[in-house]
């Protein structure tokens, strides 16, 4: 199986800044990664697919780049609503594995 | 609007089983591979099972391979998964998702349900 880890497991930031959450596959996954932004007590939403491309209707603060083995999710400028946990997830292969998750706190 | 609806969790005893139904709307229903992922309660996301668009083909995450069946009714609209023998390391909320897909490869789980709880305790 594919194992995916990221880095930080929380993050600790303020309201406008820039923060960046990686994701490193075990193995090779060309540009097959989703980020996920999950609240509390509510389902995962999709954000990020082929490892940069923004999903419809998602704001343009949030940006993914990488491929091969190294990923990056980015949020350029830090909004109330953005405090959240954010996942990342390989398709390239069964089972389509998650990292472990990143928790985002307000500092 | 698009929407999953998740329904049947519940507790249950150890060894004991449970189906989960997933209930579609607002899209095509049969053109989609269908997903089942689950959490733990303060966990993280765990990808449990995949059904394709037809129900020809599954695929089983190793955890419940030969205990969990995926199965769907494209006239109903609706994802199962069925739970046998179930394991306290079983509990966590069940969210059923759909594939979004291009030119047939799935990127990512682009539409999810609010999820149904499963609790496997004596």
């Known amino acids: 199986d594919i194992q995916l880890t990221q880095s930080p497991s929380f993050l600790s930031a303020s309201v406008g800044d820039r923060v960046t959450i990686t994701c490193r596959a075990s193995q090779g996954i060309s540009s097959y990664l989703a980020w996920y932004q999950q609240k509390p007590g509510k389902a995962p939403k999709l954000l990020i697919y082929a490892a940069s491309t923004l999903k419809s209707g998602v704001p343009s603060r949030f940006s993914g780049s990488g491929s091969g083995t190294e990923f990056t999710l980015t949020v350029s400028s830090l909004q109330p609503e953005d405090f959240a946990t954010y996942f990342c997830q390989q398709p390239n292969s069964y089972p389509h594995t998650f990292g472990q998750g990143t928790k985002l706190e307000i500092k | ?122």
């Not at chain 2, 089942?36 to 190793?62: C, E, H, M």
């Open chain 2, 1 to 122: 609007e698009v929407q999953l609806v998740e329904s049947g969790g519940g507790l249950v005893q150890p060894g004991g089983s449970l189906r989960l139904s997933c209930a579609a709307s607002g899209f095509t229903f049969s053109s989609y591979w269908m997903f089942w992922v689950r959490q733990a309660p303060g966990k993280g996301l765990v990808w449990v099972s995949r059904i394709n668009s037809d129900g020809s083909g599954t695929t089983y995450a190793d955890s419940v391979k030969g205990r969990f069946t995926v199965s769907r009714d494209n006239a109903k609209n609706t994802l199962y998964l069925q739970m046998n023998s179930l394991r306290v390391e079983d509990t966590a909320v069940y969210y059923c998702a759909r594939g979004g897909a291009i030119l047939g490869v799935v990127y990512g789980l682009d539409v999810w349900g609010q999820g149904t709880t499963v609790t496997v305790s004596s």
